[in-house]
């Protein structure tokens, strides 16, 4: 339960997420697109691949 809660977190995007994510290897986030981490990773230049009603692919600059 508690990785799942972290998750959780990460992708309503606590402190630090972006960065956490970079350092787990992390290169690729499939989102929905209400998911605060979609603004942020975009903010901080994720390109955006794909893009529907349901979710967003980005991709790590």
Known sequence: M???LATERLMDGADG???TLTAAGVGCLLLTPDRPLVAQAVAAGWAVTARDDARVLLVAP
């Open 2 to 4: 508690p990785a799942l």
């Open 17 to 19: 997420a972006l960065d």
